[in-house]
């Protein structure tokens, strides 16, 4: 299947980017180790993982900055599920509609006007406190979201169709 066409459980509509809102009503696609699995959207992902210092079960560790690089593999499928089960969803190790919903639950509106926003997400830990960590993001006039990757600050675009398989997250 072609990048950007995956088709999500009710929800995926083909958008190359992942847009608008994040509400299970909204038509975000999946990420996962099948679908979409090297993309601007996995780099976003990810980043969330790192904030909310999602946990590896097979490495005993947290999900590191270090570990953002666009490729949705075992590691990101790990975190994916502790994730999950820390928020209390449906545990598959695919971020879904649901997963991204529940993620928009942290993003706090900074600034911006009609259909542009800068927005930040800020990081979580099990207990509701803030972890310290947390990145910026912005939705442009056609509702695209890009984010400031941890560590390096580059604005990355959340694309779907866009491979990270030789570069991360460019």
Request: aromatic share 14%; glycine share 12%.
């Amino acid at each position: 299947m072609a990048p950007g066409t995956a088709s999500a459980y009710n929800s995926y509509t083909g958008a190359a980017y992942v847009k608008d809102s994040w509400s299970t009503s909204s038509a975000e696609g999946v990420v996962n180790l099948n679908t979409n699995d090297q993309s601007g959207a996995t780099c976003l992902w990810q980043a969330i993982l790192w904030a909310d210092g999602a946990w590896i079960a097979d490495k005993g560790r947290r999900f590191y900055q270090s570990d953002i690089d666009g490729i949705f593999g075992w590691d990101s499928h790990q975190a994916t599920r502790s994730w999950q089960n820390r928020h209390g969803l449906s545990v598959d190790g695919s971020a879904g509609k649901y997963s991204w919903a529940r993620a928009e639950r942290q993003l706090t509106y900074w600034s911006g006007g009609g259909d542009t926003a800068r927005t930040y997400y800020r990081g979580k830990k099990p207990n509701g406190a803030d972890t310290g960590r947390g990145f910026w993001l912005t939705r442009d006039s056609q509702g695209r979201w890009s984010f400031d990757e941890p560590g390096t600050g580059r604005n990355i675009y959340a694309s779907y169709e866009t491979s990270t398989k030789k570069s991360r997250c460019l």
